[in-house]
C-alpha cells in the first residue's frame, strides 16, 4: 500500500462547477500537508498548505481530517486554467522530505 | 530572481552508460532535495542535502545512484551503468533552511532521462 493514495481521475469537470476529491494517507505520525499543482510537462508548484482547521484561499478550500486520515481540495467555479494534476503531498515527522501522491487529474472543459 | 535551474533538459543515453544531471539551486538555499518522476507518478525522494552534507540518502534505490554538493550550492546527480528503468524525469528542489519548520520547497523544471 502506498503512503499516500489518490483517485487519479480525470475528473471532468464543467466550467463553473465545483470539484472535490480526496487524498488518505498512512502514516499517523505525518505532521505537515499540502496540495500542490502540477501543469503538463512542468514542475510540481505549491497549491497551498493544509491545516485541520481548514483554510481556504480564493476559490480554493483544503480541509485535513486527522482522525480519517485524509486531506481534501476543493475548487470552486472551475476556470480553463485549472485544469491540471493536484499532487496530495505529506512531511512526516521529523523530517523534511516530501511524500507525494500519484496525482488526480482535473479537465475542465467549456 | 532566479530559480532552480537543471541541465540538461533532456538525455538520451544508452543502457549500461554514466550519466551526470546538474541542479543549481535558488542562490542563498541551503537545502536541496532530488526527486524522481516517472510517467503517471508522483515524484519519489531520493536524497536531501543540508549544506554540503548528505543529511538523508533514503530515497537512492541502490548503489548505481550518488549525488554531490562539494561546494554547498550546485548539485549532481550521477548515474552509473544506467538501464531501462530509470528512465524518469529528475526534479531537483531547495529551500532556505532545513530543522524544525517547513520551509516551501520550490521545484527546478527537471531532466528529463530516456534510457535506450
Known amino acids: 500500500r502506498k503512503e499516500v493514495e489518490q483517485d487519479p481521475g480525470p475528473f471532468n469537470v464543467p466550467e463553473g462547477a465545483t470539484v472535490a476529491f480526496n487524498c488518505t494517507y498512512s502514516?499517523?505520525?505525518?505532521?505537515?500537508f499540502f496540495w500542490y499543482r502540477q501543469d503538463c510537462r512542468k514542475e510540481p508548484k505549491l497549491l497551498m498548505s493544509?491545516?485541520?482547521s481548514g483554510n481556504e484561499d480564493g476559490r480554493f478550500t483544503a480541509q485535513l481530517n486527522r482522525a480519517s486520515q485524509y486531506i481534501s481540495l476543493l475548487i470552486r467555479d472551475s476556470k480553463l486554467s485549472d485544469s491540471a494534476t493536484y499532487l496530495c503531498?505529506?512531511?512526516?515527522?521529523?523530517?523534511?522530505?516530501?511524500?507525494f501522491g500519484g496525482g488526480t487529474r482535473v479537465l475542465v472543459k467549456p | 530572481g532566479a530559480g532552480v535551474s537543471q541541465t540538461p533538459s533532456n538525455k538520451v543515453t544508452e543502457k549500461g552508460k554514466y550519466v551526470e544531471l546538474r541542479c543549481d539551486p535558488i542562490?542563498?538555499?541551503?537545502?536541496l532535495y532530488w526527486y524522481r518522476q516517472s510517467l503517471g507518478q508522483g515524484p519519489e525522494f531520493l536524497i536531501y542535502?543540508?549544506?554540503?552534507?548528505?543529511?538523508?540518502d533514503s530515497g537512492l534505490p541502490n548503489d548505481r545512484f550518488f549525488a554531490v554538493r562539494p561546494e554547498g550550492s550546485v548539485s549532481t546527480l550521477k548515474i552509473q551503468r544506467t538501464e531501462r528503468g530509470d528512465s524518469a524525469v529528475y526534479l531537483c528542489?531547495?529551500?532556505?533552511?532545513?530543522?524544525?519548520?517547513?520551509?516551501?520547497?520550490?521545484f527546478g523544471p527537471g531532466t528529463r532521462l530516456t534510457v535506450l
Open positions: 528542489a531547495s529551500s532556505s533552511l532545513a530543522g524544525g519548520a517547513y520551509n516551501e520547497q520550490f
Open positions: 542562490s542563498g538555499h541551503t537545502a
Open positions: 493544509v491545516y485541520s
Open positions: 502514516n499517523s505520525a505525518s505532521q505537515s
Open positions: 542535502f543540508q549544506g554540503t552534507g548528505a543529511a538523508d
Open positions: 503531498v505529506v512531511i512526516k515527522a521529523a523530517g523534511n522530505k516530501l511524500t
